[in-house]
């Protein structure tokens, strides 16, 4: 299985942007980039995904570089509600499994 | 909300008693997931089911058994608790062909 390396933590301003970098160097071409994030004492929440072209949902902006080596989750305001654990997770089109990592601690400063 | 719920939501229990968490999802998904988290662990697959009656092993299955009757429930069973066994177990589901997966609000269990 194609892994995934985030940083442990990063530390933000309240209505700051947060831009959090996953690599994913041994990507294959099936591979969709998810990424999750787990609230304090709360079941991990689906954040965003895609494959190839950058994505936008209402929470999140996702950016995969050319060559899908690496990506970056993009929290364009963020709120102390955005303090979390946020994984970036690889998963092969029909395989239905995840694998989570370790994540990347996200503290949201007032 | 994907319509997901868990049962019990808190558990204490003693070592050596059988223990079943109910995991119930509203919207005839196909697949549906047993996890469970722990400090320094993260989250870990301990089994899954692709249908009625069909399941397979995730990477901590030892001491766990499942099963699923019906499309809406999926059960997780615990034949004889230990205290390793004390964890956060998630349920979740899955959404269309990219394994997008929602997740249940979980079930602390405390096994002394």
């Known amino acids: 299985d194609a892994k995934t390396t985030q940083p442990n933590s990063m530390e933000s301003n309240e209505e700051e942007p947060v831009h959090l970098p996953c690599n994913h160097s041994?990507?294959?071409?099936?591979?969709?980039i998810h990424w999750y994030r787990q609230l304090p004492s709360q079941g991990p929440e689906y954040v965003i995904h895609g494959l190839t072209s950058n994505v936008n949902n209402r929470m999140a902006s996702l950016a995969i570089a050319e060559d899908r080596k690496s990506s970056t989750l993009i929290l364009h305001r963020a709120t102390l509600r955005d303090a979390a654990v946020y994984y970036c997770?690889?998963?092969?089109?029909?395989?239905?499994?995840?694998?989570f990592g370790a994540g990347t601690t996200v503290t949201v400063r007032a | 909300d994907a319509g997901i719920t868990q049962s019990p939501r808190h558990k204490v229990t003693e070592t050596g008693t059988p223990v079943t968490l109910r995991c119930h999802q509203t919207e005839n998904h196909r697949y549906m997931y047993w996890y469970r988290q722990d400090p320094g662990h993260g989250l870990r697959l301990i089994h899954y089911?692709?249908?009625?009656?069909?399941?397979d092993k995730g990477e901590v299955s030892d001491g766990y058994s499942v099963s699923r009757s019906k499309t809406e429930d999926f059960l997780l069973t615990l034949e004889s608790a230990t205290s390793s066994q004390t964890s956060v177990y998630f349920c979740?589901?899955?959404?269309?062909?990219?394994?997008?997966?929602?997740f249940g609000p979980g079930t602390r269990l405390t096994v002394l």
């Open positions: 041994t990507i294959s071409g099936t591979d969709y």
């Open positions: 979740a589901i899955s959404v269309g062909t990219t394994d997008t997966q929602y």
């Open positions: 997770i690889l998963s092969r089109e029909g395989d239905y499994k995840l694998s």
């Open positions: 089911s692709y249908g009625v009656k069909d399941t």
